[in-house]
């Protein structure tokens, strides 16, 4: 997406009628999460507070406007954003942060949905390949668009996202879904990152099937690089009711397998997440997470990881 007409969209949009935007209910809701992190590799261990806060008001038909504040402390460097920092706005040893991180516009129409604005991003039906959806901050969002709809029995999707902060990589997707029975699901996702040293493109396919309580999934993606370019997990999840679930992934994610190394993996490692989530309610969720993974290119990096997270909705 041009900065250009981003720009120019939001100038438009700023320019409507104000009493249209002003009488219109604000849409409020939120989420506060709290996690302990312990990695055995880098002999750390600390917290983790985040808040984030949602608002959108309708200004126009099937036009919404919407924003977010987030803020976010750790009590140990580089434990923000899931131990990730983006170059740019924010040094490594950075523990608090606190702005609007993303903003823009939501338009519907005949089904297919648009996302115009600063944002996160995910590609591939695992986010296999790219995911900065779940991150807080600024230097963590993109300026593009999103367009999601449906076309006959196939979920459509398309990406295109430019990165704010360091040097402004631009991420392209084009995927598609669709059920050939009841319980299997079937993908493919075509997609290219543009990054200041070399730009890529990318091929994956998923696959999901349900059987009872279980849900199987998998995603292979592989890049044009010429070396290390494939990336692929396998996964299970179980329900025992409607409150508690488990789930077991086994992943690979290679040196250039992903895009930019903004996959929801850790990127150039191998292993085993283990998961158990129970959800008293539909708002309060408890999660444990366990990391057993190793670096692919240098077997002697190993890592356990352990994280336990408490998320309220509002």
Do not use: C, H
């Amino acid at each position: 997406m041009k900065k250009k007409l981003l720009m120019a969209a939001i100038a438009a949009m700023i320019a409507m009628p104000a009493t249209a935007a002003l009488a219109a209910p604000v849409q409020m809701d939120g989420e506060i999460e709290m996690q302990y992190s312990q990695d055995n590799a880098t002999k750390q261990d600390g917290g983790r507070f985040t808040l984030k806060l949602n608002a959108k008001t309708n200004i126009a038909k099937n036009l919404d406007l919407y924003g977010r504040f987030a803020a976010q402390g750790i009590t140990e460097q580089e434990f923000r954003n899931d131990f990730r920092i983006a170059p740019g706005a924010y040094s490594k040893d950075t523990k608090s942060m606190a702005e609007i991180d993303q903003f823009g516009f939501l338009y519907s129409n005949a089904g297919v949905n648009y996302k115009l604005g600063r944002q996160g991003g995910t590609i591939g039906a695992t986010a296999l390949l790219y995911s900065t959806e779940g991150y807080v901050g600024r230097d963590m969002m993109a300026d593009g668009i999103t367009i999601k709809g449906k076309s006959g029995v196939t979920d459509l999707s398309v990406t295109a996202l430019k990165e704010v902060y360091g040097d402004s990589n631009k991420a392209y997707a084009v995927s598609g879904s669709y059920k050939p029975a009841k319980d299997w699901t079937l993908g493919a996702t075509l997609a290219r990152y543009d990054a200041a040293v070399v730009d890529r493109n990318y091929w994956a396919v998923n696959t999901g099937y349900e059987v009872g309580k279980a849900n199987f999934t998998a995603e292979y993606a592989k890049s044009n690089a010429g070396d290390a370019n494939k990336a692929y997990d396998l996964g299970v999840s179980y329900a025992f009711d409607k409150k508690l679930s488990a789930s077991a992934t086994y992943y690979r994610v290679e040196n250039n397998g992903d895009m930019g190394g903004w996959t929801d993996f850790d990127p150039n490692m191998k292993g085993f997440y283990y998961g158990l989530n129970y959800k008293p309610d539909a708002k309060t969720a408890f999660k444990l997470l366990f990391k057993d993974i190793e670096q692919i290119d240098n077997s002697a990096v190993k890592s356990k990881q352990f994280r336990a997270t408490i998320s309220y909705l509002f």
